[in-house]
């Protein structure tokens, strides 16, 4: 928002009081979401995990309404 008004209008407006004036608004600013990182050992280790789940619960799960 400070850039936003420094770019159109060229006037400096301190953070504090473009907060303030936000908060007075009723408006929120728009934070992305923080990226989630994996070594190759997590993602391995989680695709193990998964491999066993999907043989130990999902397959037994399909042959049984497979069957009715």
């Known amino acids: 928002m400070q ?3 420094l770019r159109q209008f060229g006037c400096r407006v ?3 009081k473009v907060l303030r004036i936000m908060q007075n608004l009723g408006l929120k600013a ?3 979401r923080k990226r ?3 070594t190759t050992y997590q993602q ?3 695709m193990d995990v ?3 789940i999907y043989s130990s619960v999902i ?3 399909k042959s049984l309404i497979k069957n009715r």
């Open 50 to 52: 998964l491999q066993i």
């Open 36 to 38: 989630v990182y994996m």
């Open 30 to 32: 728009i934070i992305r």
């Open 59 to 61: 397959l037994p799960l």
């Open 14 to 16: 301190n953070h504090k």
């Open 44 to 46: 391995r280790y989680r």
């Open 3 to 5: 850039a936003e008004l």
